[in-house]
């Protein structure tokens, strides 16, 4: 079946601009998880859904990052006034319910804010 | 709070020699734990997990982790590495209660003909 897609694969900004970052989770999946990783560095948890709702956004820098996820499937994350320090590879990543159980990650969306 | 270190960024080896990917964690009263690797231009893919039981696990490729309490440390290691091992690896740590994973910075295996 199909795996965590995300979508674009590339995205360059400008400075100041508004993005939209998509993620496709597997189907079925209830579990959907945002990560950024940072060039020469690991992923830091953004943001995790349990459903529909945000069940925990303590990895959030700050209060420009924001993510949806309306209908307990497809997730947006959304970014107003980018800034260079945004630039980074945003993971998706899905799971069943379940604490043991593997997730899943998309190949990712490179972002560079010039 | 939760942190995980992987000492080595990278880790340049001969094909067929042996290899181990340091891994610690900071110390918690349940936690499991995980590696997965990048390949180039490739998402991240679970390698092998540490749920609980015995605390050797292994892959379906040859690597094998084993997770030891009283060194808070879960080191990756393959007797005989092959060319596409070639990637990133990077450790993992969940707590019981918790869904989020806390990535290491990641070791660059290299393997050289």
């Known amino acids: 079946g199909a795996g965590v897609s995300q979508t674009p694969s590339n995205k360059v900004t400008e400075k100041g601009k508004y993005v939209e970052l998509r993620c496709d989770p597997i189907s079925g999946h209830t579990a959907l998880y945002w990560y950024r990783q940072s060039l020469g560095q690991g992923p830091e948890f953004l943001i995790y859904?349990?459903?529909?709702?945000?069940?925990?956004d303590s990895g959030l820098p700050n209060d420009r990052f924001f993510a949806v996820r309306p209908e307990g499937s497809v997730s947006t994350l959304k970014i107003q006034r980018t800034e260079r320090g945004d630039s980074a590879v945003y993971l998706c990543a899905s799971s069943s319910d379940s604490s043991y159980n593997e997730q899943f990650f998309g190949p990712g969306t490179r972002l560079t804010v010039l | 709070a939760q942190s995980v270190t992987q000492l080595d960024s990278q880790v340049p080896v001969f094909e067929e020699a042996p290899v181990e990917l340091r891994c610690n964690y900071s110390s918690s009263v349940s936690v499991y734990l995980f590696w997965y690797v990048q390949y180039p231009n490739q998402g991240l893919q679970l390698l092998l997990k540490y749920l609980s039981g015995s605390t050797l696990v292994e892959s379906i490729n040859g690597f094998e982790a084993e997770f030891n309490k009283s060194q808070t440390s879960f080191h990756l290691r393959k007797p005989s590495v092959h060319i596409s091992d070639t990637a990133e690896y990077f450790c993992?740590?969940?707590?019981?209660?918790?869904?989020?994973?806390?990535f290491g910075s990641g070791t660059r295996l290299l393997v050289r003909p």
């Open positions: 859904f349990q459903g529909t709702g945000a069940a925990d």
């Open positions: 993992a740590v969940k707590r019981d209660s918790s869904y989020k994973l806390i």
